[in-house]
């Protein structure tokens, strides 16, 4: 019988962007069921702190240095998984990078930022790791893209259009990496994460009227389905993408 509390015992994850909010969630997640996780991230201070909180709970982490953005950073991001705990287990593709704007109002450095961050390396990263993945016997790939991925917002054209790449992206590389590695999205609704702090008031309360759970998700409720994910209890789940979202899209 699976051991519910440590079901990634003994595998290694890189999770990207878990420096913060739902990455951070989900590196402590995974250590508390075993996993040796390496925190990428550009925020050094945050990323130190959240390898530093894993190490004092008893967990295996290291924090690397990496923007995602640059191909030789995820190339030093899968070194660091390999050299530190001998191969890699999960990929977590979650780092992204948006300023919130219309179409109208986006400027093309803005657009090709979102991209670079949000969209490409979650191909780029994954292309790197699919070597080590295939040695593993239970590869992942998570990708972290948005209940914004399948319905619409004003106010958000660049992110949406890399959201909606991020689904179409783990589709396709689930089909290419079958029945080797898994690949798998999750699909948040609004989280309680430092990149809400920014939504003003007003737009926050418009949103929270079209959730049935009337409430924003905690990190710790994408955390928890991603510990799934990532675990072989979803053996037989890959190619899909689940939605967390407190019954947003029900709509
Ligand atoms: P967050 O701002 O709390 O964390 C994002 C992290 O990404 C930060 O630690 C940041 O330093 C890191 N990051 C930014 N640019 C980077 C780069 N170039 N290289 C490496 N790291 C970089 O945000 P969050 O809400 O936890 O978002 C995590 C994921 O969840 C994102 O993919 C986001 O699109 C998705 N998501 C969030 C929500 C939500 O409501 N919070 C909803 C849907 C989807």
Same mark, same amino acid.
């Given at each position: ?131 080590? !993945?295939?040695?593993?016997? &239970? #590869?992942? +790939?998570?990708? @972290? $893209?948005? *209940? ?5 917002? =004003? ?73 799934? !994910?990532?675990?072989?209890? &979803? #053996?037989? +789940?890959?190619? @899909? $993408?689940? *939605? ?5 899209? =029900?709509?």
């Amino acid at each position: 019988m699976t051991n519910l509390a440590m079901r990634l015992e003994g595998r290694t994850a890189i999770i990207t962007g878990a420096a913060s909010g739902i990455g951070r969630a989900t590196a402590l997640r995974f250590a508390r069921e075993g996993a040796q996780v390496v925190i990428a991230d550009i925020d050094v201070s945050r990323g130190e702190d959240c390898a530093a909180e894993i190490h004092s709970a008893g967990g295996e982490a290291r924090f690397v240095e990496v923007d995602v953005s640059l191909e030789s950073d995820l190339m030093r991001m899968i070194d660091c998984a390999v050299t530190a705990y001998g191969g890699l287990d999960i990929l977590h593709n979650n780092a992204f990078w948006a300023r919130g704007a219309t179409a109208l109002d986006t400027t093309a450095d803005d657009w090709q930022r979102t991209i670079d961050v949000t969209l490409r390396p979650v191909w780029q990263a994954s292309k790197l790791a699919i070597p080590q !993945l295939m040695k593993s016997k &239970a #590869g992942v +790939i998570l990708n @972290t $893209a948005s *209940v914004h991925s399948i319905v619409g917002l =004003t106010g958000s054209a660049a992110y949406q259009a890399s959201k909606g790449g991020v689904l179409s992206l783990t589709r396709a590389l689930s089909l290419e990496l079958a029945p080797r590695i898994r690949v798998v999205a999750i699909l948040p609704g609004t989280i309680d994460t430092p990149a809400n702090e920014q939504v003003p008031e007003d737009v926050h309360e418009a949103f929270l009227q079209k959730v049935p759970l009337a409430r924003r998700g905690q990190p710790e409720e994408i955390a928890s389905v991603a510990a799934f !994910l990532a675990s072989d209890d &979803a #053996g037989y +789940i890959t190619g @899909t $993408a689940i *939605v967390v979202d407190g019954g947003y899209t =029900t709509h």
